[in-house]
């Protein structure tokens, strides 16, 4: 058993192993406290969880002489750092992008070979796009047919759709372990309306290993930008509603 927190733990839940398949992210929500903290200090952040604890795993799967990484993180790493979701995201979740990007940031330095999966939204009611068209099919949920969508190089693929359930990613997480296209890529994944794949192995032929760089992205001001924008804003209508009272 391994605990990211505890670096101490990896090295021997990863020795024997020819492969890793990460999937760990905290759930933790922004508290006013991280304005005077340093992430350092809070055992489930993102900083430590998604950047050091990724950091420290890929370090010992090098060690270890394990063949294959694959992490798991979202799509709005890949989102321009003043997109209203990873604006949002970094807010309410404690700059959860921020880190995520850092921790993949950190997958590549390593040299180890790596599979990224950015997956969009995870599907509350189904794991697979098959149960939710067998659901469409019978009248259990509207809409129309829906396949699998794929991007490599960071991309995001262009639907109408953000969301994939949880059973389409951990199959594609598979998938890459053993497919010769997902060297070094870094994947979006998406559901798709309209006819088309089920599976994974027909979209992996086209795949592409990474050429893009990963650059830190400005999210500290973007979230800033954002919060002082609400600030005004209160302000503003605070404003007017006292005017209002006044001169009423």
């Not at 979701?85 to 590549?108: C, D, H, P």
């Not at 953000?162 to 890459?176: E, F």
């Not at 372990?177 to 309306?193: F, R």
Request: proline share 5%; charged share 20%.
């Amino acid at each position: 058993k391994g605990d990211l927190c505890d670096p101490t733990t990896l090295g021997p839940a990863v020795e024997g192993c020819s492969s890793c398949i990460s999937c760990s992210g905290p759930s933790r929500v922004s508290e006013i406290s991280d304005m005077w903290t340093h992430p350092s200090k809070i055992i489930d952040h993102p900083y430590n969880v998604n950047y050091i604890g990724i950091k420290d795993l890929v370090k010992e799967c090098k060690k270890y002489g394990l063949k294959k990484f694959v992490r798991v993180t979202g799509l709005s790493v890949g989102m321009d750092a003043f997109s209203p979701i990873a604006v949002l995201l970094n807010t309410a979740a404690s700059f959860a992008v921020k880190w995520q990007l850092y921790g993949e940031m950190e997958i590549r330095k390593s040299g180890l070979d790596y599979t990224v999966v950015r997956p969009g939204g995870l599907d509350l009611g189904y794991n697979y796009v098959h149960e939710m068209n067998r659901a469409i099919s019978e009248g259990e949920e509207t809409g129309e047919e829906l396949s699998l969508a794929l991007a490599d190089d960071g991309g995001i693929p262009v639907v109408d759709i953000v969301r994939i359930g949880r059973g389409d990613v951990a199959s594609l997480c598979v998938a890459a372990l053993s497919s010769p296209h997902t060297s070094k890529a870094t994947l979006g994944c998406v559901w798709v309306k309209g006819s088309g794949p089920s599976g994974w192995s027909t979209l992996l032929e086209a795949v592409k290993p990474d050429k893009t760089e990963l650059e830190p992205k400005a999210h500290l001001q973007a979230v800033r930008v954002f919060l002082t924008t609400v600030a005004a804003v209160i302000t503003l209508l605070l404003s007017a509603r006292i005017s209002a009272v006044v001169f009423s």
